[in-house]
């Protein structure tokens, strides 16, 4: 169709129509994309040792979701603007800023993570880097039930979708074995 959004840009779903957290709307293909793209980034990133500690890693962690956030907030607008497919209206801006939040609430998680493994676990940022990933990891198994459970899955079929989400979660692991083996 002619007002459809091209490949790969979603349009946001209004803020009444996203999945709930309690009183929360949430979009969870920001949430994955997000945990997924951070994971990625904490793997092949080098120049942890070069940081000043938590500090640091707050940076390497804020500045790349903030671009992220930005960019596909943006992607989102002017594919909206280009194909026609909602009205450039108030509700359109405010589910684009919602978004852009959404985006930055994942940094906030896991930096969240990187507080309780660096100043209540005292762990050094290589341990709290890698408790980061595990805690992404445990993200996605839980989105992944999450879509089975309300996909109507029960029994083997919700454990082999919570399962899906573990596996994303493994591929990560994946490359950072096969990019830094030692």
């Known amino acids: 169709m002619v007002n459809e959004p091209p490949n790969g840009s979603h349009p946001p779903a209004p803020v009444g129509q996203r999945f ?13 994309y997000t945990t997924v793209s951070l994971m990625a980034l904490l793997v092949v990133y080098d120049g942890w040792s070069e940081l000043e500690g938590v500090g640091g890693i707050v940076l390497v962690v804020v500045g790349p979701t903030l671009a992220l956030a930005v960019a596909h907030v943006f992607a989102d607008f002017v594919g909206h603007v280009i194909h026609g497919s909602r009205p450039t209206d108030a509700l359109l801006l405010r589910d684009l800023a919602f978004n852009f939040w959404q985006y930055l609430m994942v940094a906030g998680a896991a930096l969240a993570t990187l507080f309780i493994s660096s100043v209540i676990l005292l762990q050094p940022p290589s341990e709290s880097i890698r408790f980061m990933l595990v805690g992404a990891t445990v993200s996605l198994t839980a989105w992944g039930g999450i879509a089975g459970w309300r996909g109507g899955y029960r029994g083997v079929w919700l454990v082999a979708a919570a399962l899906f989400g573990l596996l994303v979660g493994f591929l990560v692991f994946g490359f950072q074995i096969l990019l830094k083996p030692h």
């Not at 709930?20 to 994955?32: E, K, N, T, V």
């Open 20 to 32: 709930r957290i309690g009183p929360i709307p949430l979009d969870p293909s920001i949430w994955i």
